[in-house]
Nanobody, 125 residues
Framework: QVHLVESGGGLVQAGDSLRLSCAAS????????MGWFRQAPGKERELVAA????????GYADSVKGRVTISSDNTKNTVYLQMNSLKTEDTAVYYC??????????????????WGQGTQVAVSS
């Protein structure tokens, strides 16, 4: 079992930055990718960014490319999501996920076998 704990959400204004953190514990050797998904009210959950644990390969949704960076600190089993130039449409609950890589091309994606509790990001205009 892998336990994920997120932090860093909050209310910000459009154009601001925010950094989310996700700390993994438990059987982390059983996963090879982590990522961030988000779900806005009335919408399906979507993958925002993913990172391959060993190689550091990353993948991003088109809607966030150039504004968002996913990174990891393997010594701390922690993944970060740095979000810049936030837009109102970035408002959602953000979930950290861990699991196996699903695709490498055209973009890195993962299957969420383990999930965090979610952290709210609200961007006001």
């Amino acid at each position: 079992q892998v336990h994920l704990v997120e932090s860093g959400g909050g209310l910000v204004q459009a154009g601001d930055s925010l950094r989310l953190s996700c700390a993994a514990s438990g059987r982390t050797s059983s996963i090879n990718a982590m990522g961030w998904f988000r779900q806005a009210p009335g919408k399906e959950r979507e993958l925002v960014a993913a990172i391959h644990w060993n190689s550091g390969m990353t993948g991003y949704a088109d809607s966030v490319k150039g504004r968002v960076t996913i990174s990891s600190d393997n010594t701390k089993n922690t993944v970060y999501l740095q979000m810049n130039s936030l837009k109102t449409e970035d408002t959602a609950v953000y979930y950290c996920a861990a699991g196996p890589v699903v695709t490498v091309t055209p973009s890195l994606t993962l299957r969420g076998d383990y999930w965090g509790q979610g952290t709210q990001v609200a961007v006001s205009s």
